[in-house]
T-cell receptor, first 116, second 116 residues
Framework: AQTVTQSQPEMSVQEAETVTLSCTYD???????LFWYKQPPSRQMILVIRQEAYKQQNATENRFSVNFQKAAKSFSLKISDSQLGDAAMYFCAYRDSGGGADGLTFGKGTHLIIQP | GAGVSQSPSNKVTEKGKDVELRCDPISGHTALYWYRQSLGQGLEFLIYFQGNSAPDKSGLPSDRFSAERTGGSVSTLTIQRTQQEDSAVYLC??????????????FGQGTRLTVV
């Protein structure tokens, strides 16, 4: 079974600074997808960024970028120029591309605090 | 609708009672997912529907849990004889096609269930 580990229960960063959230995963699959979701107090999960495992290039979405290290099974999220609106729970998630009915496998989340 | 709608937003029930949670996916989305988020935990995959069928129900935590989907649209998650450990936020998500990378899963705001 796949597992996703987020080792930082909470992170704090000054507004306008850069912060990196860690995620590692375990899988025996070679083809899969990785995601970062943001969950604000409204509870609604919002997709921040996604990465296909077969792509070597790291995904980037505006201020959000990932450092995908396939051999190390590491998928960290970097948030540049942090803003107050970035404060939320961030979840790393995995999904394989093979057969089966499983959905996303999530880590336990990192609570990101933005200090004004 | 504009997004995934879940009702009720909050539900308090007495131990031993049955509860029914509703998810109204985005129109045209054939895939629908249920997740459970316990306090301080990530999301636990429960079940997914492709149309009206649920190919794999193994994620449901016990036989007190059941789910159905009718007309390829609305889904209900039923918990019978609720226990205190069932207290959690139940999140629903939908996507156009299951397991296709570029088809994003959109989440509702969840139902917070409290069993007293």
């Amino acid at each position: 079974a796949q597992t996703v580990t987020q080792s930082q229960p909470e992170m704090s960063v000054q507004e306008a600074e850069t912060v990196t959230l860690s995620c590692t995963y375990d899988t025996s699959e070679s083809d899969y997808y990785l995601f970062w979701y943001k969950q604000p107090p409204s509870r609604q999960m919002i997709l921040v960024i996604r990465q296909e495992a077969y792509k070597q290039q790291n995904a980037t979405e505006n201020r959000f970028s990932v450092n995908f290290q396939k051999a190390a099974k590491s998928f960290s999220l970097k948030i540049s120029d942090s803003q107050l609106g970035d404060a939320a729970m961030y979840f790393c998630a995995y999904r394989d591309s093979g057969g089966g009915a499983d959905g996303l496998t999530f880590g336990k989340g990192t609570h990101l605090i933005i200090q004004p | 609708g504009a997004g995934v709608s879940q009702s009720p937003s909050n539900k308090v029930t007495e131990k031993g009672k049955d509860v029914e949670l509703r998810c109204d996916p985005i129109s045209g989305h054939t895939a629908l997912y249920w997740y459970r988020q316990s306090l301080g935990q990530g999301l636990e995959f429960l079940i997914y529907f492709q149309g009206n069928s649920a190919p794999d129900k193994s994620g449901l935590p016990s036989d007190r849990f059941s789910a159905e989907r009718t007309g390829g649209s609305v889904s209900t998650l039923t918990i019978q004889r609720t226990q205190q450990e069932d207290s959690a936020v139940y999140l629903c998500a939908s996507s156009r096609i299951h397991r296709v990378m570029n088809t994003e899963a959109f989440f509702g705001q969840g139902t917070r269930l409290t069993v007293v």
